[in-house]
């Protein structure tokens, strides 16, 4: 009689299941990893950088990526407001304006000697009062974004030509070392084995911003309420969401991150001109399209609009150094885009099928 056992020991077959699922497993994360567009511009930022690093001795210095890490610290700060308004499904054509007017409130407040404690509250308190009237328009009066953001990009820069007379303004008062160094300053990093590392505050601004925004675009509630709108808006209503309430709050976030960076432009400038921030807003706005956000609304993420401002910036800076025409900077904006759109779209309809 035969007295083998033919049932499979587990010892044997455990083994090469648990591999079978560990592979699935690894392939579904890379696929999902694959299918994000803050992937692949995260990875075309690194080739970027690793090219012009072997491409020019001089991006790779330590003063070329203090001054790039500053500059698109000014763009990314903006562009995280922006994402937040894109994810609700609107836009705000007045970021510009709104940073030039900040920067004059702040500029003319301290020019007459008044303390930059009270000149900075003041920015961000006409900078928010901004946000607040698009906000209310959009969402009470109905008006569609891109009209009542398109006025207020015109009105928010006449108000700051009324307020300076149309002039420059360099002195701000006794405070004003306290302004260059609000702008212009940075904090030295002691590193083992290296030389100390120079970071500039509008870094400092923009990582602590990405935090607080990143946790609340994923923990909070109002983070949440923000992507059901985009995604839905009626349903989101019907839903119990205060709809017009957060609209109006988001319109005034992006309206403070305007504002934040007007103050620190100034203090970096050491002047104000009513050009400031003049085109700003297209700057913003491929940013945040570029790290993934979608101008239908319900998608973009916080780290995705830093890394978009961060390609734009390497962009740019590879131009200057490589002797290549800046005019080109909006070809290969425009181009980064349109590809950015398309992967999205491609992504979607495959995903529906």
């Given at each position: 009689?035969?007295?083998?056992?033919?049932?499979?020991?587990?010892?044997?077959?455990?083994?090469?299941?648990?591999?079978?699922?560990?592979?699935?497993?690894?392939r579904g994360a890379f696929a999902?990893?694959?299918?994000?567009?803050?992937?692949?511009?995260?990875?075309?930022?690194?080739?970027?950088?690793?090219?012009?690093?072997?491409?020019?001795?001089?991006?790779?210095?330590?003063?070329?990526?203090?001054?790039?890490?500053?500059?698109?610290?000014?763009?990314?700060?903006?562009?995280?407001?922006?994402?937040?308004?894109?994810?609700?499904?609107?836009?705000?054509?007045?970021?510009?304006?709104?940073?030039?007017?900040?920067?004059?409130?702040?500029?003319?407040?301290?020019?007459?000697?008044?303390?930059?404690?009270?000149?900075?509250?003041?920015?961000?308190?006409?900078?928010?009062?901004?946000?607040?009237?698009?906000?209310?328009?959009?969402?009470?009066?109905?008006?569609?974004?891109?009209?009542?953001?398109?006025?207020?990009?015109?009105?928010?820069?006449?108000?700051?030509?009324?307020?300076?007379?149309?002039?420059?303004?360099?002195?701000?008062?006794?405070?004003?070392?306290?302004?260059?160094?609000?702008?212009?300053?940075?904090?030295?990093?002691a590193l083992p084995w290296l030389?100390?590392?120079?970071?500039?505050?509008?870094?400092?601004?923009?990582?602590?911003?990405?935090?607080?925004?990143?946790?609340?675009?994923?923990?909070?509630?109002?983070?949440?309420?923000?992507?059901?709108?985009?995604?839905?808006?009626?349903?989101?209503?019907?839903?119990?969401?205060?709809?017009?309430?957060?609209?109006?709050?988001?319109?005034?976030?992006?309206?403070?991150?305007?504002?934040?960076?007007?103050?620190?432009?100034?203090?970096?400038?050491?002047?104000?001109?009513?050009?400031?921030?003049?085109?700003?807003?297209?700057?913003?706005?491929?940013?945040?399209?570029?790290?993934?956000?979608?101008l239908s609304g319900g998608v973009?993420?916080?780290?995705?609009?830093?890394?978009?401002?961060?390609?734009?910036?390497?962009?740019?800076?590879?131009?200057?150094?490589?002797?290549?025409?800046?005019?080109?900077?909006?070809?290969?904006?425009?181009?980064?885009?349109?590809?950015?759109?398309?992967?999205?779209?491609?992504?979607?309809?495959?995903?529906?099928?």
């Open positions: 009689m035969d007295t083998t056992d033919s049932t499979p020991r587990a010892g044997v077959a455990e083994p090469s299941l648990q591999q079978a699922i560990a592979q699935q497993e690894r999902w990893l694959a299918g994000q567009p803050t992937f692949w511009v995260s990875l075309a930022a690194l080739l970027a950088f690793v090219a012009l690093t072997l491409a020019s001795d001089v991006f790779a210095t330590q003063q070329n990526l203090f001054n790039v890490a500053r500059n698109f610290a000014f763009v990314a700060i903006i562009a995280i407001g922006m994402t937040a308004v894109i994810v609700t499904g609107g836009i705000d054509l007045s970021v510009g304006a709104v940073l030039v007017l900040s920067g004059m409130v702040i500029g003319m407040t301290m020019n007459a000697g008044l303390s930059i404690w009270l000149a900075v509250p003041l920015a961000l308190l006409v900078s928010l009062a901004v946000g607040a009237f698009n906000g209310v328009l959009i969402a009470y009066v109905g008006v569609p974004p891109f009209v009542v953001t398109l006025g207020m990009l015109s009105i928010a820069r006449s108000l700051a030509m009324v307020l300076s007379d149309n002039r420059m303004v360099y002195s701000f008062g006794p405070d004003q070392p306290a302004l260059l160094a609000l702008g212009g300053g940075f904090v030295e990093l030389d100390p590392v120079k970071i500039p505050n509008p870094l400092i601004f923009l990582l602590v911003l990405l935090v607080l925004t990143g946790l609340a675009f994923r923990w909070s509630r109002w983070g949440r309420w923000l992507f059901a709108i985009g995604g839905n808006e009626r349903a989101a209503t019907l839903t119990g969401v205060p709809v017009k309430a957060i609209k109006v709050s988001v319109y005034m976030f992006c309206a403070f991150c305007a504002g934040l960076t007007g103050i620190l432009e100034v203090g970096w400038l050491g002047t104000i001109t009513t050009g400031l921030g003049q085109g700003m807003e297209l700057t913003v706005i491929a940013a945040a399209v570029i790290g993934g956000a979608n973009g993420t916080a780290f995705g609009a830093v890394v978009g401002a961060a390609l734009i910036e390497v962009i740019r800076n590879s131009l200057t150094l490589l002797g290549i025409s800046t005019f080109w900077q909006g070809t290969f904006v425009g181009s980064f885009i349109v590809i950015a759109v398309l992967f999205d779209r491609l992504r979607s309809r495959s995903g529906s099928d």
